[in-house]
């Protein structure tokens, strides 16, 4: 096991170079953490596919990772990415794309825009219209919302998330 972050470091290194026992090795090293990320973004039953496939993924790559500090994020944005795909087979459906849902809502009125805004805030529940308006129509900051509401600032900023959420929900099945 390699026990420094030095040693894991230089494991790295040799692995970008091709050598396979060290790639070998760092598979095996990485693999707990590999398993960690999983579990936090996969479903059960899809954790140890999303292992196998992202250690395969990173030993055909890592050849092609500039930096070896890079190496636990990449990691874990291969693994988070791997269960997304995972995911998707699972439920059948591919997630909209950014760009054609921008497309659905450009290429309607500016009238039909606000209205459809108007019926997506209204939608919202009580606790998640405030924060938006607070936000976007007070221009107040986080911080000021916390205090105004007495609630932690990652509180607001995740009920500010999920707010914009559906409200994009909203918008684009009424367009669809």
């Known amino acids: ?3 420094s972050a030095l040693e894991r470091e230089s494991l790295i290194a040799a692995a970008q170079t091709g050598d396979q026992v060290a790639i070998s090795h760092l598979l095996a090293v990485c693999q707990a953490d590999a398993r960690r990320y999983a579990r936090r973004h996969c479903h059960a039953s899809d954790v140890d596919d999303a292992v196998q ?3 395969l993924i990173i030993s055909r790559k890592v050849t092609g990772l500039k930096a070896a500090a890079a190496f636990s994020s990449w990691l874990y944005t291969v693994i988070k990415r791997e269960c997304r795909r995972l995911e998707r087979m699972m439920f059948k459906h591919e997630p909209l794309e950014d760009d ?3 497309q659905q809502l450009v290429s309607r009125s500016d009238d039909a ?3 459809d805004l108007a019926h997506a805030l209204e939608s919202l529940p009580a606790h998640y ?3 938006v308006l607070l936000r976007d129509f007070e221009e107040l900051t ?4 916390a205090d105004r509401l007495a609630e932690p600032p990652g509180a607001i900023k995740s009920r500010l998330h999920r707010a ?3 409200v994009r929900e909203y918008l684009l099945s009424s367009s669809a």
């Open 1 to 3: 096991m390699v026990n």
């Open 53 to 55: 496939e992202s250690l």
């Open 100 to 102: 054609l849902a921008e």
């Open 113 to 115: 825009l606000r209205i």
């Open 129 to 131: 219209l405030e924060v």
């Open 142 to 145: 986080i911080a000021e919302i």
């Open 164 to 166: 914009r959420e559906l």
